[in-house]
């Protein structure tokens, strides 16, 4: 190889080198890094994509409830075990049938094709399990709120939010210990 062919590949690997940086960054920015789960911006960019190809698909929302008495009661490495044990089950529960994503502080949000084979009783059980932390069973509850893409005149990822933002709130209305569907 001649000095100047070397000369013109030495730029050439470092802007693949850059390009390499700058995707594992975008990678890492669409995920919590705590959790493991997708961002908001990662998480709006897969709903939307599922909610094209499955226009009968279902957003939720997950919100803790009493996290933070849980916080400040046992500390902050506590509220995290809370928050990861809380993204785990979200994550197992979709499965291959959705996807799901932290917005921030305590609150998820998921999207499943089919609702139904994803059984969200089982998810309202999983939510409400107790999690083991330095030796300690700390409460864990969860409200849900359901929006079936179906019920709304456009199948429309803000609307699904927003409805299903309402149907999280009044079921943490009703005690807090539960899921509840937007109509």
């Known amino acids: 190889m001649d000095l ?22 975008l990678a890492t920015a669409r995920r919590d890094p705590l959790t493991g789960l997708h961002t908001r911006a990662g998480w709006t960019a897969r709903a939307e994509h599922l909610i094209r190809r499955h226009p009968t698909a279902a957003v ?14 046992h500390g902050h490495p506590a509220g995290d075990a809370a928050l990861i044990a809380t993204a785990d089950r979200l994550r197992t529960w979709c499965g291959h049938n959705g996807t799901a994503g932290r917005l921030g502080g305590d609150e998820f949000v998921a999207v499943v094709h089919d609702l139904a084979a994803a059984d969200l009783d089982a998810l309202t059980a999983a939510l409400h399990q107790p999690v083991h932390h330095a030796g300690t069973c700390l409460p864990l509850a969860a409200s849900v709120g359901v929006c079936h893409l179906a019920d709304l005149p456009l199948p429309l990822l803000t609307d699904a939010l927003a409805a299903a933002d309402a149907a999280m709130y009044a079921a943490k209305g009703r005690g807090r210990r539960g899921s509840r569907t937007s109509h």
Do not use: E, M, S, Y
């Open 60 to 73: 939720l929302l997950v919100d803790l409830d009493h996290f933070k008495a849980l916080n400040d009661t």
């Open 4 to 25: 100047q062919t070397a000369a013109g590949i030495v730029p050439l690997l470092g802007w693949a080198v850059h390009g390499g940086i700058l995707t594992r960054r």
